[in-house]
């Protein structure tokens, strides 16, 4: 009874684990057809093949207790091409990493608050370890909703991160990750440094 209990604790941490590989590889190819339907993409066909990432890595989705930050004053973000963006911060999420405790940023965009398509829209930009090593050096970003949050409590899933599209080309307005969410540890997941050659064109 105790073996078959266990076959049965092992076929569902298997099961549970393909399907998760399966959902973040689905995510994947809808990411990559993104670049193929936006006219402002940096990329085309012929260079969506180059672009890289950590093998899928459940570990890496963590759950964060999130503080809204409701009283925070609008700020100038600056961005890789020299300009700056208007943000504030909505909220800050913490979480275990480990043994560390991480507190990450979340903010909402000035300029989309108003437009109802992205009025729920948070930005979780970040550096960590990695970069300059196997991924972008200029940090990597997440897309997230204000209802993610449910009960004060935010999942965040470090295998969606994705590259700014200045690690592809010039001529983008790249926001750099605030300082307060440089992590001091790697995070092995998410997209990695893309393999193809970097442009210099302007768009």
Known sequence: MKKLLFL??????????????????DHRVAYKDDFLSDPRSPLDSTE????????????????????????????????????????RQWGVAT????????????????????????????FLP????????STYGGGRYLNMSKADVKDGVLTIDFNLCYNPWCAYSDGYNCP?????????????AGERNYLGTHKTEVH
């Not at 180059?50 to 963590?62: H, I, Q």
């Not at 979480?95 to 948070?122: C, G, I, K, Q």
């Not at 970040?126 to 090593?133: L, Q, S």
């Not at 750099?176 to 092995?188: G, H, R, T």
Request: hydrophobic share 40%.
């Open 126 to 133: 970040f550096k960590d370890e990695t970069n300059g090593v």
């Open 48 to 87: 969506i093949d180059n672009l890289d990432f950590f093998k899928p890595n459940k570990s890496a989705k963590v759950e964060a207790v999130f503080i809204k930050t409701p009283y925070a004053e609008p700020f100038d973000l600056p961005t890789y091409s020299g300009i700056t963006k208007s943000y």
């Open 176 to 188: 750099i990750p605030p300082a307060e969410n440089n992590l001091p540890f790697v995070i092995e």
């Open 95 to 122: 979480f275990l990493w480990h043994t560390d405790s991480v507190h990450l940023s979340l903010y909402e965009s000035m300029a989309l608050r108003s437009n109802p398509v992205y009025e729920d829209y948070l």
């Open 8 to 25: 049965l604790m092992l076929t569902t941490i298997y099961v549970s684990c393909t399907s998760y590989a399966k959902m973040i590889r």
